[in-house]
């Protein structure tokens, strides 16, 4: 049974920093991926990291800002979230698939997501 359990989310200060990490068990996933979603809005994409040569891709909005990375022998993926925005406040979420994903509807695996409130 695959099991996705997201940690380290809380209440940072704008400019801080903060780190998620996602614990992944029940399988080997090659796309890993955070998505956010705030109040009152549609879950969107924040990163993805790929298993082998761990490529990275992200939400315009977070580039420069945010890092994802991964731990293979732990099959756990990060996301360092620094200079953060009130903006940045919203429940995020870990997506893990074992194929090539490169939209939401592909990801098969989510955790139940961790809040991340940014205080101006």
């Not at 990490?21 to 790929?50: D, H, L, N």
């Amino acid at each position: 049974q695959v099991q996705l359990v997201e940690s380290g989310g809380g209440m940072v200060q704008a400019g801080g920093s903060l780190r998620l990490s996602c614990a992944a068990s029940g399988g080997t996933f090659y796309a890993m991926a955070w998505f956010r979603q705030a109040p009152g809005k549609e879950r969107e994409f924040v990163g993805s990291i790929t298993r082998t040569y761990f490529r990275t891709y992200y939400a315009d909005s977070v580039k420069g800002r945010f890092t994802i990375s991964r731990d293979n022998a732990k099959n756990t993926v990060y996301l360092q979230m620094n200079r953060a925005k009130p903006e940045d406040t919203a429940v995020y979420f870990c997506a893990a698939s074992p194929r090539v994903a490169s939209s939401e509807i592909e990801y098969d695996y989510w955790g139940q997501g961790t809040r991340v409130t940014v205080s101006s």
